[in-house]
């Protein structure tokens, strides 16, 4: 079918937020002309974000695009069983208020800016810190990867290819490069909000405008019940092993996504941030359960559509819907921008992180000690560039399917997770058995993905996290000390400050 959004007025809509987001970069560095002259200011937006723009770009960081394009496909394709997306979002918010306010509460008073240093802090072990700055930059280019692709697939299927992926992939990233390079955290946190916004607004006018006009989950349930009854079912056996695979890779690697906790340093406050996740709480329902609402109700709407045909049901159905009034063609157009933009805004914070590792847990801490913040900044900046560059050279031809580059990175960024939550609460911790740990964890899951081994049906990550863990505990209990009274007071902050080199 033709798409409401092919031709001209794709390529107009495109400009159009291409435009915004620019202008909220330039915005962002006029008013805060200072933004260059300290870490914290250009990676943290000076720990100044308030509940609301925190809540959007939280939300931002863990809803892309892809959950609204991906999870309605995956929806419509397996039917009820898909219903697991909302316990995965769940989860993250579950893992976050487990360590997001303690964490914040130390890097306000250490001046922590990424997690290598809460991990340089707590540990005082060169080989943790370089460890997991690797495990981190890794997860990150491969996160910025799936970005970029999803980019050019985005533009391209929502425009019914009148915007080639290529030229969909370059434009964007022009974009972003410019208003990051201007505004740095400022102009990630008001793009994430504004394609929060836009994205909200367009999804709940698709699922009104797909009740008006296709029927509602009634219809598709009989439509279900009598043409695919397999789909009314939840999984059993095998199938519940992957549910529970899933939670726990989706909800404790997605919680640690570097530029996720780089967003709990970014508070104004401590209420500011427990109000903004407690706010997130309802994301999973308002945003995963109604794209799953969404990806069943295109049973009636579209039915027999083969696999390769259903990634593309959102922007079939919005095309439909734009097609029947004034109203619902706006409102398309909200979902449409909404839907690029937010790919872009998930892709602009894992640059500016994996800046900010390179800069101040690499450059600053082990090349140039003595640099001035501004310089680190800029290094920061150039190797983002570059590895920009290089990874839209690979993903000019994209190596494989968004799902593989997805797991794979979940896999060996879970494997940090032991470090940064359990380092917060047991004093116990022993540095060498947490570096043993987390290499040993990494290395099982990259073997284990690469060689497709999944034992007892359990993933690769989730093997590594228990070796991980198992490494990390038994070790700690039996070569780790609890330090003193006075040294765990003075970590958190009730007695002397020291800030992370």
Not at 367 to 375: C, H, L, R, V
């Amino acid at each position: 079918m033709e798409l409401a959004f092919s031709g001209t007025s794709g390529i107009l809509i495109m400009l159009f937020y291409g435009i915004i987001m620019l202008l909220i970069g330039v915005g962002t560095y006029m008013r805060n002309r200072n933004v260059h002259s300290s870490m914290e200011e250009y990676y943290l937006g000076g720990r100044g974000l308030g509940t609301m723009v925190l809540f959007f770009t939280f939300f931002a960081t863990q809803y892309s695009g892809n959950t609204v394009i991906g999870y309605s496909a995956e929806a419509y394709r397996v039917g009820y069983a898909n219903l697991v997306s909302i316990p995965f979002f769940i989860m993250i918010i579950l893992v976050y208020l487990l360590f997001a306010p303690r964490m914040y509460k130390l890097s306000k008073k250490h001046n922590i800016v990424t997690p290598v240093d809460w991990l340089e802090m707590k540990f005082k072990s060169k080989a943790v810190s370089i460890l997991a700055a690797i495990i981190m930059l890794y997860a990150l280019g491969n996160f910025l990867l799936e970005q970029l692709i999803a980019i050019g697939q985005g533009v391209a299927g929502l425009t019914g290819g009148t915007v080639p992926y290529q030229a969909g992939v370059i434009f964007f990233i022009v974009i972003m490069v410019v208003y990051g390079w201007l505004g740095g955290m400022r102009s990630v946190a008001y793009t994430d909000t504004m394609q929060g916004i836009a994205l909200l607004v367009g999804v709940f006018m698709l699922l009104i405008g797909t009740i008006v006009y296709f029927g509602g989950l009634p219809a598709a349930g009989d439509y279900i019940r009598t043409y695919s009854p397999e789909n009314l079912g939840v999984p059993e056996g095998g199938g519940l092993v992957r549910w529970t695979n899933f939670l726990i890779l989706v909800g404790i690697g997605a919680a640690v996504y570097p530029n996720a906790i780089q967003r709990i340093f970014s508070a104004k406050s401590e209420r500011s941030l427990k109000r903004s996740l407690t706010q997130m709480a309802w994301m999973p329902f308002l945003t995963a359960g109604v794209v799953f609402v969404i990806g069943i109700l295109a049973y009636t709407a579209f039915p027999d559509l083969s696999v390769e045909e259903s990634e593309q049901i959102v922007g079939m159905m919005a095309s439909a819907i734009a097609n029947e009034n004034i109203i619902f063609y706006i409102a398309m157009v909200l979902l449409f921008g909404g839907i690029i933009a937010a790919i872009v805004s998930t892709a602009d914070s894992v640059l500016l992180t994996f800046s900010s590792i390179v800069s101040k847990d690499i450059y600053g801490r082990y090349i140039n000690q003595e640099a001035s913040d501004n310089k680190k900044i800029m290094v920061g900046k150039i190797v983002g560039v570059i590895a920009v560059a290089f990874l839209l050279m690979v993903a000019w031809n994209p190596p494989g399917t968004l799902y593989q580059v997805f797991v794979l990175k979940l896999e060996i960024l879970v494997q940090v997770a032991p470090a940064i939550i359990l380092g917060l609460y047991w004093e116990r911790s022993h540095a060498k058995s947490v570096f043993a740990g987390m290499l040993a964890g990494a290395l099982v899951a990259a073997v284990f993905t690469f060689a497709g081994l999944t034992p007892l049906g359990i993933f690769s990550g989730v093997w590594g996290l228990i070796i991980n863990l198992f490494i990390y505990i038994a070790g700690s209990f039996a070569f780790g000390t609890a330090p003193s009274k006075d040294a765990v007071s003075s970590m958190d902050g009730q007695e002397a400050t020291q800030a992370v080199r």
